[in-house]
């Protein structure tokens, strides 16, 4: 015989069999699904992203001319690895400081603009 009007601390739902205390409990588990873990390791000065647009990678040759950007994504392509905050892509491909780039920024060229 259970009785449900017996309540514990926490208001947690239990009941009382012949003698036992028997407190009902729930675990729920939240596992990431694969489509938001990281399937590779990006290296020095750069961080995965799921969605990129190609027109918005960032490189030193951007420094001289930024192309535009969208702010909203018309749509999304593949994952990938991208430069962080102040880091621009070198002519060989790896991330590099934008004062590393090899010439000087344009007054024109803002922070905002290479992110």
Known sequence: MCISSFKVAFVMPSCVLTGFLFIATL???SVASS???MPFDCPANEHYIKCRLEVC???C???R???PCPSIAPGCYQPACVCD???LRNANGICVHKDECGFDIPDY???????
């Not at 060229?109 to 992110?115: A, G």
């Open 27 to 29: 675990t729920t588990v």
């Open 35 to 37: 489509e938001d873990q």
């Open 57 to 59: 990678i960032k490189t």
């Open 61 to 63: 040759s951007h420094l």
């Open 65 to 67: 001319k930024a192309p």
């Open 85 to 87: 905050t102040g880091y």
């Open 109 to 115: 060229i803002t922070e905002s603009k290479l992110m």
